[in-house]
């Protein structure tokens, strides 16, 4: 039983130790070939078609698609004309195999170029060479690749002009080269740009426009500059812009976001983190009637004044940001304008603001499609706002309470109200103890109750402080979709995906257990 010679004969030495390929080849070293898989024993992928083994490829983990890589010629040509994303370690040493690389993954349309910040990373040769490789590029990452210049961005839009997305952190390139993409890159949709030190400002500096990217573009989103402002022509002149990021770029943006607010009118997506802006550049925000989703983080000039303007002609508000800075200067005035105009408002998020039971009720009586909420930080929020929030939130599914004055006494309210809530979190509430916790566990068996009493008080109200995984909020800025993100999906997908590349990766290892030993000889791509 289980003595058939033709599977169970070991394989013959000679077919086990492989030989090195040549210097030459883009193959990994140790790698097995087809006529070896023959002798070897039965081959149960032959019968599969190039392009089921592409897409079982496509569930696996890096990793395991490397392993997998090794097993026959076959499956190295197949795993490398089925990659399409490629993340590569930009030091100045990847120049000298940019040729023999790209030969291999000759598919890529998503290319993630990283540099660590001390060390020399490539430059415009191989940026260009990079360019004449893979026309078909449409999404593009730099991360601290300081040696490519003006002219590399120049040579690289004109080979890549159908790229869709672009985003560079810490580059040294400036202006020219930045409207040398705007100009030949015309389907760009969304551009990402941090801490881009080769654009100056003063009275010399160059204006970045849209260029032929100005129908195209969606997205801006601009992060640490202190010249920022010389994209004003850009975000002006981009009339299908709907996602409007601007985090912590100096100086005055009042005037500038007078002139968006009237020229850019399709906007859905504004985050003003860190700015100089007052009421005046909110009420002029106002005028973006199809606004959905607003973020005012640390911006302590703004008032209820502002946010009341916003309120009372951006009905459409779905989401709502706040970190007020601990600065009081928004209270119960500009959220009661909100839950009086915006009854579309599914998710609050409030940080160092201060709301009371009154403002609390009249956003559960008014907003009554409001599922996610976010207290953090605040010192009004206490018991009597928690009995009031499970009271009148119907609708509520999910809640998060931080540092505020919060016993149990709140959290037994919870046990019988807002009958949709599936998840609540307390974190650093120090009245709220762990048998609380229990007990509200016990009393209600489908409720995930979620708590951390023992970390370190907060120091400062921050939007960074608060966890987007607190309370199922997604996170809506470049890291985790988006711009920086390639690959959006559902969490039910994720989940069936992961399953799937389980299932798959056991399986192919099992054909693979043959190509084992040449593992240890793989090159890195």
């Known amino acids: 039983m289980g003595q058939s010679?033709?599977?169970?004969?070991?394989?013959?030495?000679?077919?086990?130790?492989?030989?090195?390929?040549?210097?030459?080849?883009?193959?990994?070293?140790?790698?097995m070939s087809d006529t070896d898989d023959v002798i070897s024993g039965s081959?149960?992928?032959?019968?599969?078609?190039?392009?089921?083994?592409?897409?079982?490829f496509q569930l696996l983990s890096s990793g395991d698609r490397k392993c997998s890589s090794i097993v026959c010629r076959r499956w190295l040509r197949i795993e490398g004309q089925s990659r399409?994303?490629?993340?590569?370690?930009?030091?100045?040493?990847?120049?000298?195999?940019?040729?023999?690389?790209?030969?291999?993954?000759?598919?890529?349309?998503?290319?993630?170029?990283?540099?660590?910040?001390?060390?020399?990373?490539?430059?415009?040769?191989?940026?260009?060479?990079?360019?004449?490789k893979c026309r078909n590029l449409?999404?593009?990452?730099?991360?601290?690749?300081?040696?490519?210049?003006?002219d590399g961005m120049a040579a690289f839009a004109r080979n890549c002009n159908s790229l869709r997305k672009f985003s560079?952190?810490?580059?040294?390139?400036?202006?020219?080269?930045?409207?040398?993409?705007?100009?030949?890159?015309?389907f760009l949709e969304e551009l990402s740009v941090k801490r881009l030190s080769g654009v100056t400002d003063g009275v010399g500096a160059e204006p970045i426009g849209p260029g032929k990217a100005a129908g195209a573009l969606k997205v801006i989103c601009l992060k640490d500059l202190h010249n920022g402002q010389c994209f004003g022509p850009l975000i002006i002149g981009s009339n299908n812009l709907r996602s409007l990021k601007l985090f912590r770029c100096s100086a005055?943006?009042?005037?500038?976001?007078?002139?968006?607010?009237?020229?850019?009118?399709?906007?859905?997506?504004l985050h003003l983190e860190k700015l100089q802006v007052s009421d005046l550049g909110l009420s002029v925000i106002s005028n973006c009637v199809n606004l959905e989703i607003l973020h005012l983080v640390k911006i302590?000039?703004?008032?209820?004044?502002?946010?009341?303007?916003?309120?009372?002609?951006?009905?459409?508000?779905?989401?709502?940001?706040?970190?007020?800075?601990?600065?009081?200067?928004?209270?119960?005035?500009?959220?009661?304008?909100?839950?009086?105009?915006?009854?579309?408002?599914?998710?609050?998020?409030?940080?160092?603001?201060?709301?009371?039971?009154?403002?609390?009720?009249?956003?559960?009586?008014?907003?009554?499609?409001?599922?996610?909420?976010?207290?953090?930080?605040?010192?009004?929020?206490?018991?009597?706002?928690?009995?009031?929030?499970?009271?009148?939130?119907?609708?509520?599914?999910?809640?998060?309470?931080?540092?505020?004055?919060?016993?149990?006494?709140?959290?037994?309210?919870?046990?019988?109200?807002?009958?949709?809530?599936?998840?609540?979190?307390?974190?650093?509430?120090?009245?709220?103890?762990?048998?609380?916790?229990?007990?509200?566990r016990a009393s209600r068996g489908s409720l995930a109750v979620n708590l951390d009493a023992m970390a370190p008080e907060i120091q400062d109200g921050s939007a960074r402080e608060l966890e987007a995984s607190d309370i199922g909020i997604p996170q809506t800025d470049d890291q985790t979709r988006g711009i920086n993100s390639w690959r959006p999906m559902s969490f039910k997908v994720r989940l069936g995906l992961l399953k799937g590349r389980g299932l798959v990766?056991?399986?192919?290892?099992?054909?693979?257990?043959?190509?084992?030993?040449?593992?240890?000889?793989?090159e890195r791509s």
Request: charged share 25%.
């Open 84 to 132: 399409h994303r490629l993340s590569l370690n930009a030091k100045s040493e990847l120049t000298s195999v940019i040729p023999k690389l790209f030969s291999r993954f000759d598919s890529v349309t998503k290319l993630a170029l990283k540099c660590d910040r001390r060390s020399v990373s490539i430059g415009d040769d191989a940026l260009i060479l990079i360019s004449m």
């Open 505 to 522: 990766a056991s399986t192919l290892r099992r054909w693979s257990s043959f190509g084992g030993s040449s593992r240890n000889n793989l």
């Open 43 to 56: 081959d149960y992928t032959s019968n599969l078609p190039d392009e089921c083994l592409a897409c079982i």
């Open 300 to 440: 302590p000039e703004c008032t209820n004044a502002g946010l009341m303007a916003v309120a009372e002609n951006c009905k459409l508000i779905r989401k709502l940001h706040i970190d007020g800075w601990k600065t009081n200067r928004i209270s119960d005035d500009g959220l009661i304008a909100v839950a009086t105009h915006c009854p579309n408002l599914q998710e609050l998020v409030l940080i160092g603001v201060n709301p009371t039971r009154l403002s609390l009720e009249k956003l559960a009586t008014h907003c009554q499609n409001l599922e996610r909420l976010a207290l953090c930080g605040s010192d009004t929020v206490g018991d009597a706002e928690i009995s009031c929030i499970a009271a009148k939130c119907i609708a509520l599914k999910k809640l998060c309470i931080k540092s505020c004055p919060v016993s149990d006494h709140g959290m037994e309210a919870l046990a019988g109200g807002c009958p949709n809530l599936v998840k609540v979190k307390f974190k650093k509430c120090k009245g709220v103890t762990s048998e609380g916790a229990d007990w509200l």
């Open 5 to 31: 010679s033709s599977r169970s004969r070991p394989r013959s030495s000679k077919h086990a130790v492989i030989s090195p390929l040549p210097s030459d080849s883009a193959e990994p070293v140790g790698i």
């Open 138 to 150: 449409t999404r593009l990452k730099l991360r601290a690749c300081r040696a490519i210049t003006d």
């Open 252 to 269: 005055d943006w009042d005037s500038l976001l007078v002139v968006i607010a009237y020229r850019v009118t399709g906007l859905v997506e």
């Open 168 to 186: 560079c952190g810490f580059c040294s390139f400036g202006a020219k080269g930045m409207n040398a993409l705007l100009d030949n890159c015309e």
